[in-house]
């Protein structure tokens, strides 16, 4: 590299990247694994991510994913355990001090006053929408009408706050696209493709769930209202009811558990509740026959994702961007017990051999080292990459 070159590439590594989220599961969840994946990937990029998230106490500690300050916040009545920032003068108080070269946030309501902080302090700032207004405002019961109407409002709001709005697919973006926003990017996120790989099945512990010639199914998902999990517990009647021997596991936990046991009480309906150990999660998603994605308002789906890169097909909500996800990987089904069963049957008549293959190579698509390029693209931060044979990380194009 010439000496200007290098002097071009000190210039514009190291960015301090401040993030700040809400509606964090306390244990796991896809945007928990979104966050942690992409602070590692901006440290390894030679950036400074500081996350900042609500807990139950204070504490501000460095781990792989670069700097986690856990600022306290209330539990939001009704959601199982998500906590909120609400501290203004608090969180104010912290990025003053941090002094961000850039500004992500992962939450369009509560922390959309960052926005106009971030342009008094001439900061870059980017807003992710991890889900679509309208999705999740009609999953929570509200007309479609209106549902939209409130969506409008509340993206236009964010679209003005922010230097930019990252969606992870295109159908995400089209709510955007819908009130002429013009400053959307899209970013997708990605995949642990060696932690989630084929080669985790495990015949013993398939045989914990599922006798000889029966189908198992895997669910993983938090039990809450948005993720509609009981279409899944109606899929596997459906199927009983037809003669196929199915078993369903439920990966996760949330409020509807207990209402979601009582509805499977009959049918043979294993809930491991909050898998911790990633590996076991993983071994179980390779093991099972297909994987069942029954959220409507998904903008991307790791859950769903990760059960791909382990070769297991998946039945996604038609509602949800995991279509786009999907390709032919899997299937999508209206958001009802009948459609997922007969999608169910549909992709089992496919050659198991063929359907797993399709499955990983379609997870391929979707490496965290192509997800953190694009997020850092619309930073307008300099992509770095890990020279052949492992050597220092240089800007793109300096090399």
Known sequence: ??????????AVAGLRIVRMANFVAPASGGLRTALRELGAGYLAAGHEPVL???????????????????????????????RV????????????????????ISDRTTLRWTGEWARRSRVPAVMVSHETADGVLRTWGLPEGAARRAADRLNRLSAHAYSRVVCTTEWAEREFVRIKARNVVRAPLGVDLLGCRPGLRDLALRARYAGEGE???????????????????????????????????????????????????????????HVADRGRLAALQAT????????????????????????????????????????????????????????????????????RHAARMRAECFGWDRAVAAFLAAHEAPVLRVAAGGGALVPEGLS
Request: aromatic share 2%; glycine share 10%; with cysteine.
């Open 288 to 355: 099972s026959d297909l994987c069942l994605a029954p959220g409507p308002a998904e903008t991307f789906g790791l859950a769903a994702l990760e059960a791909l890169a382990c070769g297991t097909p998946v039945v996604a909500s038609a509602s949800s961007a995991l279509a786009e996800i999907l390709g032919s990987a899997g299937a999508v089904a209206a958001d009802d017990g009948a459609a997922f069963a007969d999608a169910v049957e549909a992709l089992l008549e496919r050659p198991e051999r063929l359907r």
């Open 85 to 104: 920032l609400t501290d203004r003068r608090v969180l104010t108080g912290l990025l003053e001090q941090l002094a961000p070269d850039r500004l992500e």
């Open 52 to 82: 900042i998230v609500p807990g139950a106490r204070a504490s501000d500690r460095m781990t792989a994913q670069g700097r986690v300050i856990t600022v306290p916040g209330p539990v939001l009545p009704g959601t199982g355990g998500y």
């Open 215 to 273: 189908v198992l199914l895997v669910m993983g998902s938090r039990l809450s209202v948005e993720k509609r999990p009981g279409t899944a517990i109606d899929a596997v009647r459906v199927l009983r009811e037809r003669g196929v021997a199915v078993r369903l596991v439920v990966a996760g936990d949330g409020p509807l558990r207990a209402r979601l046991e009582e509805k499977a009480r009959a049918l043979p309906v294993s809930f491991l509740g």
């Open 1 to 10: 590299m010439s000496a200007r070159g290098m002097a071009d590439a000190s």
